[in-house]
């Protein structure tokens, strides 16, 4: 029986992340004994460091196991307003900074608590695939501005100022960038600073969950310009730099009357994280960064290689990402063939056709607002890299135009 009319309007317009529903087909396949590898989720392959486990345990026996403010726990907070600092040049009091059950919940908090029916989000594409849902939630419309591979998937300050209109609530973008990998440098964030400082109650949201997987030499926070220090959310978490992904631990530093909100919002969903993930994270924070640096080594490694693998098949364009664990091929030549019996029409199909016929599980770029792509997580191991990129290969080789087979 359907019972899909009994459902809310709200969770019928809301999509099903293409990350996790590809995931989710490529399980269905192993399950039927097929050997997938699966370069579909962005979630490192490493362990928590075991210094940061440690930390946790110590917790545990120290009795963090009640309810915690729903803000945060002052240790972690005091560590967070540490890190803002030391690492990001940034300076929030501890009522600015709100600790959430990971980034994807700060990301919420700050829609459901600024957005009202009709509001515009400016979303800075490719874009991580949760953004334009959390937008469409709090009643928001996202506005999507979209870039390719000549421009290294950035979008120009220029046209972020031609998008502008009396309904844009604030513009939002993850730099290093999932799903590309690219970067924005220090004159590309402050052009974009200058354009929003411009205009009255914009406001900007910079997702930096990524920051510590950084090819550049220097992460480079746009809530650092003075000109829009008071009208930047900065998000950030735990899940990729420390491979903390099911610890499920995020948070945003924030004018307060916005941290305020998100705490009074956060207050009635979920109420605190929980207590000895953030004593864990308290500590990781001011801890050894030696294993962060090693992942980030041992992910840029996976980089090179993927990009001069990837490079060598004909009809995949490759940049060259400089931060997170992800390729981003163009896969535009690709579009109008066949191997006889499937037709690839777009990214859908491709991700699709490799799935099936290479057991390799990628994400389609339409999910990131970009349909001439597809995303590649990096963050397996070196055997499953190769393996999965030979198969690619194999399978590409079979796609020919359509044309041709008539």
């Not at 899909?4 to 490529?26: N, P």
């Not at 269905?28 to 486990?53: A, N, Y």
């Not at 809530?223 to 730099?241: A, H, L, P, Q, Y």
């Amino acid at each position: 029986m359907d019972y899909s009319h009994l459902l809310s309007q709200r969770i019928q317009r809301l999509e099903e992340s293409a990350t996790i529903k590809m995931s989710r087909m490529a399980r269905e396949l192993r399950d039927k004994g097929h050997d997938v590898i699966s370069l579909s989720l962005g979630e490192p392959d490493f362990d928590t460091p075991q210094h940061i486990k440690d930390a946790a345990k110590r917790a545990l026996d120290e009795g963090y196991t009640k309810y915690t403010p729903v803000p945060g726990l002052p240790q972690l907070r005091k560590a967070i307003q540490t890190k803002f600092k030391r690492d990001n040049g940034l300076e929030f009091g501890l009522d600015q900074i709100v600790v959430s059950n990971g980034a994807k919940q700060s990301i919420a908090n700050i829609s459901l608590s600024l957005l009202n029916d009709g509001d515009e989000v400016i979303i800075l594409a490719p874009y991580w695939v949760t953004y334009s849902e959390i937008v469409k939630l709090g009643g928001g419309v996202p506005v999507v501005l979209e870039s390719g591979i000549e421009d290294d998937y950035k979008v120009t300050a220029e046209r972020l100022a031609a998008a502008i209109t009396p309904k844009t609530r604030f513009v939002m973008f993850s730099s290093p960038c999932n799903p590309t990998g690219s970067v924005y440098t220090h004159d590309e964030l402050k052009a974009i600073a200058d354009v929003v400082a411009s205009h009255k109650d914009i406001y900007i949201l910079s997702d930096e969950i990524y920051e510590y997987i950084n090819f550049t030499g220097k992460h480079v926070s746009i809530g650092s310009f003075e000109n829009v220090k008071d009208r930047t959310v900065t998000i950030n978490g735990f899940s990729k730099g420390f491979a903390m992904t099911g610890w499920r631990l995020g948070y945003i530093g924030a004018p307060k009357w916005i941290a305020d909100a998100c705490s009074k919002m956060q207050g009635q969903f979920t109420s605190g994280a929980n207590a000895f993930s953030q004593m864990a994270g308290a500590f990781a924070l001011e801890a050894d960064m030696k294993p962060t640096s090693e992942m980030k080594a041992a992910f840029l490694k996976r980089r090179d290689f993927m990009i001069e693998s990837l490079d060598a098949i004909p009809g995949i364009r490759v940049n060259k990402p400089m931060g997170a664990f992800y390729i981003f091929p163009d896969i535009t030549d690709y579009f109008g063939t066949t191997d006889g019996t499937t037709v690839i029409n777009n990214a859908d199909d491709f991700c699709e056709y490799l799935l099936q016929d290479a057991f390799v599980a990628v994400v389609t770029g339409s999910a990131f607002g970009a349909d001439e792509c597809f995303r590649i997580s990096y963050a397996a191991s070196d055997a499953e890299l190769a393996e999965a990129v030979k198969r690619i290969a194999a399978s590409c080789a079979k796609l020919k135009k359509v044309t041709q087979e008539a």
